[in-house]
C-alpha cells in the first residue's frame, strides 16, 4: 500500500465533502467507522462459540438486577 502524505489525504477529505456534503460527512464517517468495527470484528473471531440467548438475557438480567440494587442504595 503506497504512503500517503498530508496533501493526498487533504485532496481525499475534499473529495468526500464534495461527494458527501458537508452536513452528511459525519454521519458518512461514523457509519463506515462502525461497519470497519463489524468487519473487524467478524474477521478475528475465536472459536469460542456465542453465548446462547438465554445466555444473554440471563446476563442482562443480573446486571440489571445489580443496577437496581445500586440505585435503591444510592436513593436512601
Known amino acids: 500500500m503506497a504512503d500517503l502524505g498530508w496533501a493526498e489525504i487533504l485532496i481525499i477529505a475534499l473529495v468526500f465533502m464534495f461527494l458527501f456534503g ?3 460527512l459525519p454521519d458518512t464517517a461514523r457509519a463506515v ?3 470497519l468495527r463489524i468487519f473487524k470484528a467478524e474477521t478475528t ?14 446476563r442482562l438480567e443480573e446486571e440489571a438486577a445489580r443496577l437496581r440494587a ?3 442504595q444510592d436513593g436512601r
Open 22 to 24: 458537508a452536513k452528511r
Open 70 to 72: 445500586g440505585a435503591r
Open 33 to 35: 467507522g462502525r461497519s
Open 45 to 58: 473471531r475465536t472459536d469460542e462459540p456465542a453465548p446462547s440467548l438465554e445466555e444473554q438475557a440471563r
